[in-house]
């Protein structure tokens, strides 16, 4: 069993799903089934509802028609804060109060996790700081106002992927990257989904992430 009690091998089903923006649909009939070590990427124009997917799942965005399920539990307004408990989503715009990179860090994880894990995961944070190129030198010293938006982008990421959620939600965690450090998320993305069987919907304009998904879905 998962740490997090989901059992389900089916992370996310999509079914039939339509969204609307000003009754206009940003898309129609979706279907998506994302099963645990998936990495989906999610491609498509700006305005093409992309990032109002990742809500929807969240259930900030109501859909038109159409059913969402995470770890075989459907969302209704009854089981939303649940499955955003099962979830760790990174948006593409993020604003945490910080002096240093480390408590910008410390406190992202702690905004979604008790004290009693709070240790343990920032331990795991801040390794995978360092595996997407962060220093410790970086990580203890530097202010949070002083960090590059690539630097800020790789530290939530971090945080991101030392929470124990099962379904990753990636809301472009490669725009701040050069092409380098791109390729560094999205292969680090794709193993931790593997090696801890964990799934992610990642939503990108970049096409070298997409080389790393199991599947891409235009929207």
Avoid: W
């Avoid at 009854?78 to 410390?106: F, G, H, K, M, W």
């Avoid at 030198?137 to 690539?150: D, F, M, P, V, Y």
């Avoid at 193993?191 to 990108?204: K, L, M, T």
């Amino acid at each position: 069993m998962h740490p997090t009690g989901i059992t389900a091998m089916t992370m996310l089903s999509v079914r039939a799903a339509t969204l609307c923006f000003a009754e206009k649909p940003l898309f129609q009939d979706l279907n998506l089934e994302v099963a645990a070590g998936d990495v989906v990427g999610i491609s498509g124009d700006s305005g093409s509802g992309k990032t109002s997917l990742l809500r929807a799942i969240l259930g900030f965005v109501p859909l038109q028609s159409g059913s969402i399920e995470v770890g075989g539990l459907e969302l209704s307004t009854d089981t939303a804060d649940i499955i955003r408990r099962t979830t760790a989503y990174l948006p593409q715009e993020i604003n945490i109060v910080a002096s240093s990179a480390t408590e910008l860090l410390d406190t992202t994880l702690r905004l979604r996790h008790h004290a009693a894990q709070h240790k343990k995961l920032t331990e795991r944070a801040h390794q995978f700081a360092l595996q997407l190129g962060l220093t410790r030198e970086a990580l203890n010293s530097t202010e949070a106002s002083k960090l590059s938006g690539g630097q800020r982008q790789r530290l939530l990421l971090a945080a991101a992927l030392a929470s124990p959620a099962p379904l990753l939600l990636l809301d472009e965690p490669t725009s701040a990257l050069d092409q380098g450090n791109a390729q560094t998320v999205a292969q680090l993305i794709h193993q931790v989904c593997e090696d801890e069987h964990r799934a992610a919907i990642v939503v990108s304009h970049n096409p070298d992430l997409f080389q790393h998904c199991h599947n891409v879905i235009n929207l």
